[in-house]
């Protein structure tokens, strides 16, 4: 069997607006557009995953969060409907995905090896997280592709960011290693916003851009020095700016997905490429792509 | 006090006293407290079961569910070996829909959401699926904002009152909510549960202390001292208590009854209950802004775009920094056009909330001796405080309502102080023999004066 391998890695962030805005068949509410730009900056993502040849999507989302360690769903397939509770007036999605549970379970299996907490999830009834969803839908649209979906465990509500980015840089390793055992060949997606001050009003019509913009400029020098960071290759220090960032920009880095994830592709030197930027209800959100395929290649 | 809210109850979310009470002797006895509390909200005569989930974490504003009959099946996110929950639960649309009115009549941002599928939060679930099995009473489930303060909350609250006095209706209020909620990090064997620390074992018999007290004001103002000693940080603190604080007037002396108090997975679950009739006793000092109306961004995000509109909404309230704090969640004084309308005042002083001329009865309940006059003087003095600071004065007052708690014995001293102050003024008077008032005080007077 084939060494298995991390092909790219995505911050792909997962605010339902997103999918609100394209109008799928799956979403009931319908929209007049709006968000443009992180749409258009994932039609490029797509675009540049399009020649990459991969087997399934690896995907850590902070709206599955678990006190009790890490979780990851175990179930072959997911059919339900999927309500995000703060914005259920955009998005009430009707998912059905596949889950590549032998790969969930070899990733669990090696992490609890490692002595971390993990648990898998095995209840069908059970109702996958709308970030979780959002994302997978934003990357791959057309559900063709089994999911290994993997809960925040909530670190650093519990004991600080440091302690849950020691938690999270082990989960990326264990997370690579069993790829590499698997045999397959695997994208991995960190499903955060960057900085995650929301605005608390809606305009009447949500995808009104009028009044779209980022909470406040100290925001968006946060996420323009951790963009302009990733895009230099310097993720190690992303990572050790990590506490200044979640305490000052209440990023949404905070549920580990991102140091999770650039763990796993190895802390890369690799610059970044940087497909969109733009604010959802004032957050900031950036689509980024390490091609990981071409750093092998080369 | 409200005469709307006959029972308020704080119960725990955790799914293992429905689903699993029998793995553990804990989860059983809250199993048993929450068949015990469900008697008692079943005799209640309520007409509604309202509240707040602490679960639901909102960001526009406050959501309010309004379909009106709540189908699915739950799993929860950490527990989901113990079983799924399928639910169908009774929701009272028509009184979600006054309440998010009220709301907005007191500046809030709220909305209904009626959708199926609405992920309905494992507490409130739990909590309905115990309290009120057969959907006997109908219920209402209203979100926590996650950066909404003190003052938000408990306009929430108080929106909730009007809207309950509106439609005439009797409520059970709840906060379904852990007490500390550091859980285990790890799977335990169910046997080997307990309290995750000393350290949070101690809080939570403190907070059990107040609330068997009938103190629940006192615990709403530790809110967020209990919150930073015994809580996870996430993104819900420990809000509920302010808001079911102000659902039952910012009161401390409510009778309560803790039935049951376990921990699960390191948690600290308690059930109590506590009614309104007063205990007789639980002073307050209330000593932070109580708000009507919700006037602008939350804390985070000041509102210092249109200061006007905060000024203006609050300009006809006043609070006098020189009299004694109000005993509840009320300001000293309101202007309405040219007229000062005063809430009751009472004799206290200002300094040390001390009583001139002495309490009428111990704290034990014992009676004691006084002197109304006394009493009666410090009360004009009190009321010359606050018509200054609100810019009028004694010599503008034009009507009085004054109580004496006993007119037989009191009424010649009282009469005889009015007579050497405000009778001299001459505003017109009626005087009122009344049971008992909240403080051990004889006399208060309810003043109307010239702004």
């Not at chain 1, 960071?229 to 990590?242: D, F, H």
């Not at chain 2, 014995?409 to 001459?426: H, S």
Request: glycine share 6%; net charge negative.
């Amino acid at each position: 069997m084939a060494k298995g391998s991390i092909v790219a890695g995505l911050l792909a962030p997962h605010p339902p607006h997103l999918v609100y805005a394209e109008n799928p068949e799956q979403n009931e509410p319908t929209s007049e557009g709006g968000w443009e730009q992180l749409r258009w900056g994932y039609e490029r993502l797509r675009e540049s995953l399009s020649e990459v040849d991969y087997d399934c999507l690896v995907i850590l989302s902070p709206h599955w969060q678990t006190y009790v360690g890490t979780h990851f769903l175990g179930v072959e397939n997911f059919k339900s409907l999927s309500v995000d509770p703060v914005f259920p007036n955009l998005f009430r999605f009707h998912y059905d995905m596949k889950i590549d549970v032998e790969l969930a379970q070899a990733i669990h299996d090696e992490a609890q090896g490692q002595g971390m907490s993990v648990k898998m999830m095995e209840n069908p009834d059970f109702r996958v997280d709308y970030g979780t969803i959002t994302s997978c839908h934003m990357v791959r649209p057309q559900w063709d592709k089994p999911i290994v979906a993997i809960s925040s465990n909530r670190g650093n509500a519990y004991y600080s960011v440091e302690v849950m980015q020691e938690m999270m840089l082990e989960l990326g390793r264990v997370t690579r290693k069993a790829i590499e055992d698997s045999g397959k060949r695997c994208v991995l997606i960190a499903s955060n916003s960057l900085s995650h001050r929301h605005f608390t009003t809606e305009s009447a019509v949500p995808e009104d851009m009028s009044v779209e913009h980022i909470t406040s400029h100290a925001m968006h020098l946060w996420d323009m020095r951790i963009i302009e960071l990733l895009r230099a290759g310097k993720s190690q220090q992303v990572v050790n700016e990590m506490p200044e960032f979640v305490e000052q920009a209440i990023a949404e880095a905070d549920g580990g997905a991102l140091t999770w994830m650039l763990s796993a592709i190895g802390m890369p030197e690799q610059e970044a490429i940087l497909h969109g930027y733009g604010t959802i209800i004032g957050t900031g959100n950036a689509i980024m792509e390490w091609p990981c395929h071409a750093w092998s290649d080369a | 006090m409200n005469d709307v809210i006959v029972k308020s109850l704080v119960v725990p979310a955790h799914p293992h006293p429905l689903l699993v009470p029998e793995q553990n002797a804990g989860w059983q006895r809250i199993r048993d407290a929450y068949d015990e509390a469900r008697k008692v909200v079943e005799e209640s005569g309520a007409d509604i079961i309202i509240i707040y989930s602490t679960l639901w974490p909102s960001i526009i504003g406050h959501q309010i569910q309004a379909l009106p009959e709540a189908e699915w099946t739950l799993v929860d996110a950490d527990f989901h070996d113990v079983g799924s929950i399928p639910y169908k639960l009774k929701i009272d649309a028509e009184f979600a829909e006054a309440w998010n009115q009220a709301n907005h009549a007191r500046g809030l941002d709220s909305r209904t959401v009626a959708y199926h599928g609405f992920p309905i939060d494992v507490g409130s679930v739990v909590a309905l699926k115990l309290l009120n099995p057969n959907n006997d009473i109908p219920a209402v489930i209203c979100s926590s904002n996650v950066y909404a303060d003190r003052a938000e909350t408990s306009v929430l609250a108080k929106s909730c009152l009007d809207a309950l006095a509106a439609t005439g209706k009797k409520a059970v209020a709840v906060s379904v909510m852990s007490l500390s909620n550091r859980m285990f990090t790890e799977p335990i064997n169910p046997i080997d549960d307990r309290i995750h620390s000393q350290k949070d074992d101690e809080w939570n018999q403190k907070i059990l202390e107040l609330l068997s007290q009938g103190r629940l004001e006192d615990v709403a103002q530790l809110s967020r001292t209990i919150h930073n000693q015994i809580r996870v940080q996430k993104v819900v603190t420990f809000k509920p208590m302010w808001w079911l604080s102000a659902m039952n007037d910012n009161r401390n002396d409510l009778n309560g009854d803790v039935l049951a108090y376990e921990a699960i997975h390191g948690a600290g679950a308690g059930v109590i209950i506590l009614d309104p009739t007063s205990s007789g006793q639980g002073d307050i000092e209330y000593d932070e802004d109580d708000v009507e109306v919700f006037a602008g961004e939350r804390s985070v995000l000041a509102n210092m775009e249109n200061p006007e509109t905060v000024t203006k909404s609050n300009s006809d309230i006043v609070h006098a920094s020189s009299a004694p704090k109000p005993v509840g969640a009320y300001p000293h004084a309101r202007r309405e056009g040219d007229l000062l309308y005063l809430s009751g005042i009472g004799p206290r002083h200002p300094k040390d909330n001390s009583i001139p001329g002495g309490p009428i009865k111990s704290p034990e309940g014992e009676s004691l001796e006084y002197d109304i006059k006394a009493q009666t003087r410090a009360v004009v003095d009190n009321l010359e405080i606050i018509l200054k600071e609100a810019g009028s004065s004694l010599d503008k007052v034009i009507d009085v309502t004054s109580f004496l708690v006993n007119m037989e014995r009191d009424f010649q001293g009282y009469n005889e102080v009015w007579a050497e102050t405000l009778g001299k003024v001459g505003p017109t008077r009626t005087t009122l023999a009344i049971s008992a008032l909240p403080t051990p005080i004889a006399v208060e007077m309810k003043v109307i004066a010239k702004a």
